[in-house]
C-alpha cells in the first residue's frame, strides 16, 4: 500500500521526510542504541530533544524573553479547564468570544470556574462570520478574552485580534505555523499537536511570563502552569515521543523556509480549492470569504445523497478522510502545512471528475 493524500483533521498528515527520519532513528536514536520511546525523560538525551524542540519553536514564532514554552498534556480539551483554573484566580469573570464548536466548549467548561462574559457570538448567523470586533461587549478589568482564530469543524479563521487591554488566550491548535502571527499579542497559545505539529499527546503552550503569577498552590501540581515551567514540562513523564516528533516537525518546516513560506504555499493550496469550489455549482462553501479558513474547508453536494458515493470513490482515489465532521456532515479537507499543493490538484481533479459524472 502506498501513501495517499490524508485530509484528516486530525490527527493529520504529517510530512513524510519526518516519518522516515523517524523511522531511520526507531530503533537506534543518534547512536544511543535505544528509541526516544525507550529512553529516560531525564536523561541527557531526551533533555536535548526537548530543548531542540523549544528553541525551534522559538525561532519559527519569533517568541521572546517575555515568553514561556510549556509542553502539556491532556488535548487541547484539559487546556479549556487548565487555563480558567489557572487564569480565574482572584477574578470574576473571564470574557469569550464565540465563533464556533471549538470556542463553544472552551466556553463551557470557563463556566465552571467563574463568569464567562460573551464578548460577542456569530451563533445567530450558523457560525459562518466573525463577531464586529468594534462592537464586542468587553469587561476591561475580566481575567481574559479567549478566542479560537481556527474553527476546525466550521472552516473559519480570522487573523486579526480585537483591540483589548485584556490578555488574550487563543486556541490555535488546528492553525499554529501555518501563518505568521505576532506572538507579542496574546497572553497566551495553545495548541494541540495533532494537526500541524505533530502526533496527539503534546499540547504547546506558550505564556507569558506575567500571566504565571495567577498559578497558584491550590492547583493540581500538573495543571499548575507556573509549576510546569518551573519543571520545565517535566512535573512527570512527558509524552516524550510526540515532543521528538514535534521537534522534527519544526526542523522540516526550518528546512522549508519557516512559517513565511510556508503560509505563501498554505495560500495558494486554500485560494486552489475555494476557486474551485466557487466556480462550481455542484459544490458549495457558506463561509464569508473574508473568513474562510485555509486549513480546514468544508464544502456540501448540491445533492447530500451523494455523499456516501463521493466519500467511498474519493477513498478509492486515494483521498482519505474527506467527510465531515460528525455534527455538520456533509465534506471537510483539512489542508494543514503537510499537505502539498499535489494533494489538493488530485482533490479538484476528482471532484471535477465526480461532478461531470453526477450533476444532473
Ligand atoms: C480548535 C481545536 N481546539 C481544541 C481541540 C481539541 O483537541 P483535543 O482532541 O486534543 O483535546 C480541537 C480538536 O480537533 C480543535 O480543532
Partial sequence: MSR???????????????????????LDWHGVGVSVMEMSHRSEEFMSILASAKARLARLLDINDDYEIVFAQGGASTLFSQIPANFMKGYDTACYLDTGAWSTKAIKEGKKYGKVQMAGSSKEQGYTSVPDFSSLNLDESAAYLHLCPNETIGGLEFADLPETSLPIIADLSSTILSRKIDVSKYGMIYAGAQKNVGPAGVVICIIRKDLLARSDDSLPAVWNFANLVANDSMINT???????????VFEWLEAQGGVDA??????????????????????????????????????????????????????????????????????????????????????????????????K
Fill in 4 to 26: 495517499v493524500y490524508n485530509f484528516c483533521s486530525g490527527p493529520a498528515a504529517l510530512p513524510e521526510a519526518v516519518l522516515k527520519k523517524a523511522q531511520a532513528e526507531m
Fill in 238 to 248: 512527558p509524552p516524550t515521543f510526540a515532543i521528538y516528533l514535534a521537534d522534527l
Fill in 262 to 359: 510556508m503560509e505563501a504555499i498554505n495560500i495558494r493550496k486554500a485560494e486552489a480549492l475555494y476557486e474551485f469550489i466557487d466556480a462550481s455549482a455542484f459544490y458549495s462553501n457558506p463561509i464569508d470569504p473574508a473568513y474562510r479558513s485555509r486549513m480546514n474547508v468544508p464544502f456540501i453536494l448540491a445533492d447530500d445523497s451523494l455523499d456516501a458515493v463521493f466519500i467511498k470513490e474519493s477513498e478509492a482515489a486515494g483521498l482519505r478522510t474527506l467527510a465531515g465532521h460528525r455534527s455538520v456532515g456533509g465534506m471537510r479537507a483539512s489542508i494543514y502545512n503537510a499537505m502539498p499543493m499535489e494533494g489538493i490538484l488530485a482533490l479538484i481533479d476528482f471532484m471535477r471528475d465526480f461532478e461531470s459524472r453526477y450533476a
